[in-house]
């Protein structure tokens, strides 16, 4: 039998779980419907899931865009796990006044609007020749003060006395980095690729600026180009959001347990 003095705690968590959930509901249910239905504000879920699908792909490179994005953004979280891991491996376990010193300048770019290093980012990446490339797409975000200040607050968490036996087996900082430290945070990095891998993937401002051509468009900006004009299909709209969407949500739901541990700075 439930408390009674838990009654009003499960009705305010179950209106809180309908508030979360009815968008994605009506997000599926309007990628099922016409356009004019949409519209009209119908929340039941329709039969024309099929005309909206094949009207988004021949309206729309859909299949170009998913590749694009999944390039771009599976390219960047690796890579930037790799430079910002290692980051903050160092500044944790090898502390210095320089590093420090290093470390708080990181800390003051974290203020810095990305707005405002848009146009010295363009052009450097336009002189290095890397507009509508995946280089142009993730160099600016390989090494983020956040994800440096992360995996350096979690790093307290690794025992020093293990890097002090491994170095007595003859073990170098970086084997140790790559032999020990990865297989202990593995919580840690499967935390910073959901955020990683979701920050890369709903980018749309840097994207539209150093993707030039339409051929390097990702999901967010074929989702833009399918919400501008004067006649916006509706249905066609919702069914480009919901194949936008999926892959994030696959992730986080993969990794879920581990990016709560992760989050909570759990060692393995």
Known sequence: MIQRRLIP?????????????????????????????????????????????RTLIERQDLWG???????????????ALFVCSLAGFGFELYHDKAKDRVFTILLLAMMVPQVATMIPLFRMISTAGFLNSVWG?????ISTPFLIMFFRNNSRNFPIDTMEAARIDGLNEFQIFIRMYFPMMKSTYAAAAVI??????????????????????????????????????YGMLMMGVLFCSIP?????????????????GAVK
């Open 9 to 53: 705690t499960y009705i305010f968590l179950i209106i809180v779980s309908f508030i979360s959930v009815f968008p994605f509901y009506w997000m599926i249910s309007a990628a099922t419907n016409q356009s004019i239905d949409v519209a009209n504000g119908r929340i039941i879920p329709g039969t024309y899931a099929l005309e909206n699908f």
């Open 248 to 264: 994030t949500m696959i992730v986080f739901f993969v990794l879920q347990k581990q990016f709560t541990e992760g989050m909570t």
């Open 65 to 79: 865009a998913m590749g694009n994005s999944f390039l771009y953004a599976i390219v960047q979280t690796v890579l």
């Open 137 to 141: 797409f993730i160099l600016p975000s």
């Open 196 to 233: 990683t891998f979701m920050n890369a993937w709903n980018s749309y401002l840097w994207p539209k600026v150093v993707m030039i051509n339409g051929e390097s468009q990702t999901m967010p900006m074929l989702i833009a180009n399918l919400s501008s004009g004067y006649m916006i299909d």
